[in-house]
């Protein structure tokens, strides 16, 4: 039985017996699993993730002091723009684990449902700059919110990254339209069951065989936990890990 000395540090660390529980075993994710269990995704962020951090500082201090009425937490609220931006952008773990598989898998087609402020997106986007035929799409609902993510991705890929302002379920069609199906999707929309099982669905569409899918918060409700586990049942999902209790990374069939 662990100390209790030994159960805090792998908590400080995230190198805990918790980092990866797996739920379908495979080949796709071995590397992945192993990675996050030897402390990658609390490891010392690499020249590209730091560049993506220090842009989003500046974003939060280039916002400070605005108010804007935006979305938050599922509601319509009033609140400082810099201080929504430190709130919802993805963490600097969550930049590490989406950079890792962009790296790792150097798919041509990436898709993000709920970009936000664009952060996660500009972390799958700088492990894929030297990929020439990468094609990276966001979407956002909040138009303002989404011109800020589309600038930032710009930053990174120029015109072959855009975060699209709009509902997932009017613009992500479109997007596989024209850019073909995904082999990379990072899913930080609205938390709820329903919500996110419609995201899986839509996957099933919008995904080709042998993509990675990461959704994350599936530890923000009991309902979220149940419908990560109710994907990952599904014949649609041959592999999966859950890092950390909250990013379950899933491969599609």
């Keep these: 039985m662990a100390s209790l000395l030994e159960k805090l540090l792998g ?29 990658g995704t609390t490891a010392r962020p690499t020249a590209a993730l730091a560049a ?54 150097k798919p041509s087609r990436v898709l993000e449902l709920g970009s936000a402020f664009g952060s996660a997106t500009m972390a799958m986007a700088s492990g894929l700059a030297a990929v020439a035929s990468v094609r990276l799409d966001g979407i956002e609902l909040d138009p303002w919110r989404a ?10 890929l120029g015109d072959r990254g855009a975060v699209h302002a709009g509902s997932i379920g009017e613009v992500l069609p479109g997007l596989v339209r024209e850019g073909g199906k995904a082999g990379l999707v990072f899913v930080d929309a609205v938390h709820r069951l329903e919500e996110t099982w419609a995201y899986h669905l839509c996957m099933l569409d919008s995904v080709h065989s042998g993509a990675v899918v990461v959704y994350d918060d599936v530890d923000w409700s009991q309902d979220m936990t149940r419908c990560w586990r ?24």
């Design 52 to 105: 993506v951090q220090a842009r989003m500082a500046t974003v939060a201090a280039e916002l400070a002091g605005q108010r804007r009425q935006t979305s938050f937490r599922h509601e319509l609220v009033d609140m400082d723009a810099g201080e929504l931006v430190k709130k919802i952008s993805s963490s600097r773990r969550a930049q590490t684990i989406v950079h890792q598989l962009a790296v790792t898998f």
């Design 11 to 39: 908590t400080i660390t995230g190198r805990g017996a918790d980092v990866v529980a797996v739920a379908k075993p495979g080949p796709v994710l071995a590397e992945l699993s192993a990675w996050a269990a030897a402390g």
């Design 230 to 253: 109710e994907i990952v049942a599904t014949p649609d999902v041959v592999e999966a890990v859950l890092l950390h209790n909250r990013w379950g990374v899933a491969v599609y069939r």
């Design 147 to 156: 011109g800020i993510a589309d600038t930032n991705v710009k930053s990174v």
